[in-house]
C-alpha cells in the first residue's frame, strides 16, 4: 500500500522582531485518516488550514455569568475540574460553579494558544458573548 502525501508550507511570523519561519512538510491527503483524533474545527492563527493539534483555547461561562478563559489539551477534563468533579480547578471558578463550556479553539501549538488566550482575555465582554454564540459583533 502506498500513503499519498502533498507538501503544504507553514509560515510562522513573530511581529515584534521581524522574523518569519517558513517550513515545508509532507501532509497526508483527504483519503487518509487518523484514528482517535478530532479533525481541528478550525486553527487559530493558520487563515483557516486544518490541521490537528492537542491545543485548545477554551471559555466557560460561569453561574454568575462571568467568563473564564484558559488552555488546555483536554477541554471536557478542564471543565470537569473547574466544576470540582476532578482535583485541579482554577480558584475563579471555584465560587462560580457550575461552570459551562461555551467556545474552543484549536492552535497549532502551546505557545500560540497562550498567545490567543491573552489575546480572548482581552476582548470586551460582548465580544466575548458573541465567541460564545458564535456571532460577529458590529
Not at 487559530?44 to 453561574?63: K, N, Q
Not at 463550556?101 to 494558544?113: G, K, M, N, P
Amino acid at each position: 500500500m502506498t500513503v499519498e502525501a502533498r507538501p503544504v508550507t507553514i509560515m510562522h511570523c513573530n511581529l515584534s522582531r521581524r522574523q518569519c519561519l517558513s517550513i515545508d512538510l509532507m501532509r497526508p491527503t483527504p483519503a487518509q485518516s487518523v484514528p482517535n483524533i478530532d479533525p481541528a474545527i478550525r486553527v487559530c492563527g493558520s487563515g483557516g488550514e486544518e490541521l490537528t493539534s492537542p491545543w485548545r483555547v477554551y471559555l466557560v461561562r460561569c453561574a454568575d455569568g462571568t467568563f473564564y478563559t484558559g488552555i488546555t489539551t483536554d477541554p471536557q477534563r478542564r471543565v470537569r475540574q473547574h466544576n470540582g468533579e476532578l482535583v485541579g480547578g482554577a480558584r475563579y471558578t471555584r465560587p462560580r460553579r457550575p461552570v459551562v463550556l461555551v467556545y474552543q479553539e484549536t492552535c497549532r501549538d502551546r505557545s500560540h494558544a497562550s498567545q490567543r488566550e491573552a489575546a480572548v482575555r482581552k476582548l470586551s465582554r460582548s465580544h466575548k458573548q458573541a465567541l460564545a454564540t458564535r456571532q460577529t459583533v458590529p
